[in-house]
């Protein structure tokens, strides 16, 4: 944040902005908390529903190859081991979007906070340069008023070749 001079910290326009940015800023934040929390609430609500839908597959495998007669057998160990590789597979892209809106959400309020700084920044250089011209006015008020110019001469009139007396005759022939 630039640094108030006394003249910029009077200055009510400026003042007003400052106000009006600090909520800006604090509804983005606030925005940006909501979007967050839910992100966290959906990775608690989900990730457990790994676990059951893990534990479910293994057990229906296990009851299928079992029903074969095939309990024993290295194709259900193999059908469950991949089983729990999709499984682990899905779960790591679930963490890895919800990692990756949380960057996202991350990126958002860092451009958001950037910008109501250049805006902040911008507003600052405007009201010092209106307060510098206000300055400048009072510190060099206009002197006694200058008498009205005089009117410009009128410009000589041009005669064009149509209405000179001597082109009458040859326009047309």
């Known amino acids: 944040m630039p640094q108030l001079t006394s003249s910029l910290a009077e200055d009510p326009a400026y003042l007003a ?8 800023e604090a509804l983005l934040r606030e925005e940006i908390a909501r979007r967050t929390g839910m992100l966290e609430r959906e990775a608690a609500y989900r990730l457990p529903r790994f676990q059951e839908a893990e534990s479910e597959g293994l057990q229906r495998i296990a009851g299928s190859y079992e029903n074969r007669g095939l309990f024993r057998s ?3 160990l193999m059908a469950q081991a991949r089983y729990q590789r999709d499984i682990g597979y899905r779960r ?17 309020l860092a451009l958001g906070i950037a910008n109501l700084r250049r805006r902040e920044a911008e507003s600052a250089l405007s009201a010092a340069g209106r307060l510098a011209l206000e300055g400048a006015d ?19 009139l041009r005669a064009s070749p149509r209405t000179s007396p001597g082109a009458r005759g040859k326009i047309g022939r």
């Open 138 to 156: 009072m510190a060099y008020p206009p002197t006694a008023s200058l008498p009205p110019a005089p009117p410009a001469a009128p410009l000589p």
């Open 74 to 76: 290295g194709d259900r």
């Open 17 to 24: 902005f400052l106000r009006a940015m600090g909520v800006q």
């Open 92 to 108: 790591a892209d679930f963490l890895r979007s919800i990692e990756n809106q949380r960057a996202a959400l991350a990126n958002q």
